[in-house]
């Protein structure tokens, strides 16, 4: 159990639970969170350092390309990290490797020629800059293949099978905020509201177990609005 400021970004808590799991001896093989609990350096450094699978959907490619699905993305291109180059959809190959820094983070711009470029019949559905040649700007690389195979995965009926394991902790996060009122805190101070929060992971714990142990279902099965007026309008 952490308890956080409300300030404190979802991402910034990962690695500190696993920190805690790990010194524990209950890392688990498989960790499953959302959107707003994972990046794709999350993802490699769970791997690298405790060797565990962080099965979690990552935020799609922002670029113009990607959101309206008409030109080239990034998929589209080959990356050659050993020799620090790109190839485009027409084969052409890029000139400049930039290793730089954005928003504190480690990147790399990958860059084409102006005189490549504007020439190129296809040049509307890769850039719309008049300047320049198309950049293309990457992760490292063990980030950006992450990344890549990631945003790849997740888009398949396999991927969302396993990802729907999940669904249950939605149901434990709405019994702890009904029963217990966990969105209030009823005290000042972090370390008083983290006993709160103890307390009542506990209460949720022993309602939980008296449930299974007595064989009663947690929660009724929803059915939506529609559903439930069909009886009625049936007869």
């Known amino acids: ?14 690695a500190t639970i696993h920190r805690h799991l790990a010194r524990r001896g209950l890392l688990p093989a498989e960790h499953y969170l959302d959107a707003g609990y994972s990046s794709a350096e999350l993802i490699v450094q769970a791997r690298e350092r405790h060797q565990l699978a962080l099965i979690t959907p990552l935020r799609t490619d922002n670029s113009v390309q990607a959101r309206t699905r008409n030109g080239y993305d990034r998929t589209a291109f080959t990356i050659d990290w050993e020799r620090r180059q ?7 190959t890029s ?12 990147m790399i711009v990958a860059a084409f020629p102006l005189n490549v470029c504007r020439p190129c019949p296809v040049r509307t559905l890769c850039t719309s800059a008049q300047r320049s040649g198309r950049h293309l700007t990457l992760h490292p690389r063990a980030i950006q293949e992450t990344l890549d195979t ?14 729907a394991l999940r669904c249950g902790i939605e149901a434990t996060i709405h019994q ?13 101070g972090i370390k008083k509201v983290h006993l709160e929060h103890i307390v ?3 209460a ?32």
């Open 1 to 14: 159990m952490a308890t956080t400021d409300a300030t404190m970004p979802d991402t910034a808590m990962t």
């Open 86 to 92: 790109v190839t485009c959809p027409q084969g052409q």
């Open 95 to 106: 000139t400049s490797w930039t290793p730089c820094r954005q928003k504190q983070q480690p």
């Open 150 to 163: 990631a945003r790849a995965e997740q888009t398949t009926p396999a991927w969302r099978d396993r990802y």
């Open 176 to 188: 702890a905020v009904t029963v217990t009122d966990l969105r209030r805190a009823r005290y000042r």
């Open 200 to 202: 009542c992971a506990i």
């Open 204 to 235: 949720i714990n022993l309602i939980r177990l008296h449930a299974w142990w007595n064989g009663h279902p947690l929660a009724r099965k929803r059915t939506s609005q529609l559903t439930r007026l069909e009886p009625t309008l049936t007869a």
